[in-house]
């Protein structure tokens, strides 16, 4: 009974601020309707059962996605009105929902059969975070430390492109050597 | 409570790790010798990665065919050694072009070549796996470390180059992600041949088809991203005009070849499952890349750019023995590369010789057509091979891409499909023309007077390497045979 309460009600809560997302004109709107939204998602989660994957919903994108959008706005005058230029609102309409309903198509195909088990369930009397760990380091530990590389691959990127001597190019310029030879032989 | 788990060490196979493991600890050795010292001569990091790179090349060598590892993660197969051994050769062939006579800038940063292999390291992750997640780790990670190779040129349009190449990328990324979820949805696992085992069972069920038509269109369009196939091939000329020469050559073929393996499996799986229409799809994009992709670099001015366009046109044949799904097709897939190769980093590395820092021929372009007018009399040698690679791209017998081309047809003509062999044939004879162009441009015309052309790249190490392309390009008649049954061997022995 109250698990079908809370479900309409984060999903009615869910579909109005991301509604607000999509149309608001103002930054600053649309992005705190974003992260309220983010948050409400992660209740679905909690309904479920997946307390981890909630946890994990809340820290990654209200937490971590968030913080870096609101990182990116202080560069722009977030109180100022967006000016949108749609010049074709009915195409855009169009496309918008066709894509829309081809991905509600392609999500809720599998969900009339049943034939869907899990690979690892969950045991009865532990909690979701153990199960998800043991998983996690037994199965899945290749592809983990490989995230792990993966991360130190964005990091050493990011710091070589943003601060070592990008600003200046170290390869060796002829060009100057040629520009003299050719005064020398307008000369 | 939970019990405790008890894993045996043999059972995890530990040495189906061994090839990565050599790249990534290489690039954290590159990393820890710059932080002792920072004064290294790139000399040092060069022959360091050629080192790793053998030793990765030895331990791929020495992997057993058909063994899986890792809670069956790791899945050594036949296609995955010979995509990690051309990965490698690729490799070995790029690096030494770093040696050029003049200095450039990403060269002297060590993190270029810890990069690097860093990305070899995500691109056999990525080979040697049926599990959709490693799958997906693997190509983030190479492709987080290819865009900031190209990013690491450092001029404004290798940015520009980085950036189109990592938006790209990461819409990619998505399409992919979104695949993974539709097919985990359908049947409950993201191990292929787990997939191949539910799906098969489920053939018959109503409403099955949308889930797998919008799972495999979801990650049909994210490969066609990654190997530039028409429509989504956009990218594609000007990531490579802004990357480096090698780089750009380099990225015609390692990348291509990872993500033509996944697609093998993938794709491979779905018409072993008799569904049609994905090979279908699949035709459609490979006739039209590789018709389009010829008719757009016929108007080219710029050398590069036509070399771009022409090895979109190359993926599109590749693509077409991919939907045949016959050992034959891919034996196919994996030849053409292997010989493609050879011919295109040649071709690349001959551009390279010729960078200039200010571009002297035309505002636009760094490589116009009008740069290597007169060739012949400037550097005789040079314009000789050049023409000799141009001939073999063209499929000219007997240079090497030729075999590659007959190689595809027959696998086509013998799967019953002689129609597409007719189009490869129409298209190889439109190819000509571009690549002609060129030779005559080298041949025949008068070097343009008012500016020269100065070949100052040109160094030992170039010179080794592009004599080693050449080798291969003219000597293929010697080893295609002895090739082409290895590499038939090897598919047939992993049941594709």
Known sequence: MYETIAFYLFSALTIGLFLITVMSKNVLYAMTSLAAGMVLISGFFFILGADFLGVVQLIVYVGAIMALYSFAMMFFDATRDIKEKNTNSGLVFLLGGLSALVLVMIFAAPIHSDAVQALYPMHEGVGNAQDVGIVLFTKYLVPFEVAAVMLLVAMIAGIILAGKKMDQSLTEDASADDEILIQKDAK | ?496
Not at chain 2, 56 to 82: K, Q, T
Not at chain 2, 171 to 198: D, H, N, P, Q, R
Not at chain 2, 274 to 285: K, N, P, Q
Not at chain 2, 450 to 455: A, K
Request: hydrophobic share 55%; glycine share 6%; net charge neutral.
């Open chain 2, 1 to 496: 409570m939970l019990q405790p788990i008890n894993v045996s060490l043999e059972s995890l196979n530990l040495i189906t790790l061994a090839p990565m493991l050599v790249a990534i600890a290489g690039g954290l050795i590159i990393l820890v010798l710059d932080l002792i010292n920072s004064k290294l001569h790139k000399t040092l990091y060069v022959m360091l990665t050629l080192l790793i790179l053998f030793i990765d090349f030895g331990a791929v060598l020495g992997l057993n065919v058909n063994e899986r590892g890792f809670f069956d993660v790791m899945l050594i197969d036949g296609v995955s050694i010979i995509s990690q051994l051309m990965i490698i050769v690729a490799s070995m062939l790029f690096i030494p072009l770093s040696l050029t006579s003049k200095r450039f800038h990403e060269y002297s940063y060590p993190e270029f070549f810890a990069l690097f292999l860093f990305m070899i390291a995500g691109f056999q992750f990525m080979v040697t796996s049926d599990n959709l997640i490693l799958i997906f780790v693997g190509l983030e990670t190479a492709s987080l470390a290819l865009y900031t190779l190209i990013a690491l040129h450092n001029r404004s349009n290798s940015f520009e180059a980085a950036v189109k190449y990592f938006t790209m990328g990461a819409l990619s990324a998505g399409f992919y992600a979104m695949g993974s979820a539709v097919i985990y949805g359908l049947t409950g696992s993201i191990e292929l041949y787990k997939v191949a085992a539910v799906l098969s069972l489920r053939m018959d069920e109503a409403s099955i088809m949308i889930a797998i038509f919008g799972a495999s269109v979801l990650l049909l369009t994210a490969f066609a991203f990654k190997l530039s196939l028409f429509p989504f091939h956009t990218w594609a000329p000007d990531v490579y005009e802004g990357a480096s020469a090698p780089l750009a050559g380099y990225m015609s073929v390692v990348p291509k070849v990872a993500a033509f393996v996944v697609s093998i499996r993938i794709f491979g799986m779905y018409i072993d499952l008799g569904i049609e229409w994905v090979r279908i799809i699949i035709l459609v994009l490979a006739v039209g890349t590789m018709t389009l992709a010829n008719i757009m670099a016929l108007v080219q001015e710029d050398v590069k750019r036509m070399l771009a366009y022409s090895s979109i046109s190359h993926a599109g044949f590749i693509m077409a023995a991919l939907a045949l799904d016959t050992t034959e097709g891919t034996t196919a897939i994996f030849l053409y590369y292997a010989l493609f190769m050879f011919t295109n980093l040649g071709a690349f590395a001959m551009l390279w010789i010729s960078r200039h820092k200010v571009r002297r021929f035309s505002d636009r372009y760094d490589n116009p057509y009008e740069k290597f007018a007169g060739l012949i009399n400037i550097m005789p040698m040079g314009a000789v091979i050049m023409a000799l690679f141009m001939l073999s791209l063209a499929g000219v017998p007997p240079f090497s891409v030729f075999w590659g081309k007959i190689y595809v047809m027959q696998a086509a003509v013998n799967s019953g499909y002689v129609w597409l062999a007719i189009v490869m044939g129409l298209n190889s004879a439109i190819a000509a023309y571009y690549y002609l162009k060129l030779i005559v441009f080298m041949f025949l015309k008068e070097p343009v007077k008012s500016v020269d052309t100065v070949y100052y790249n040109l160094s030992k190490p170039l010179m080794a390497v592009i004599g080693l392309a050449t080798v291969a390009t003219i000597g293929a008649i010697f080893y295609i045979q002895p090739l082409i049954s290895y590499i038939y061997y090897m598919i047939s022995a992993s049941g594709y």
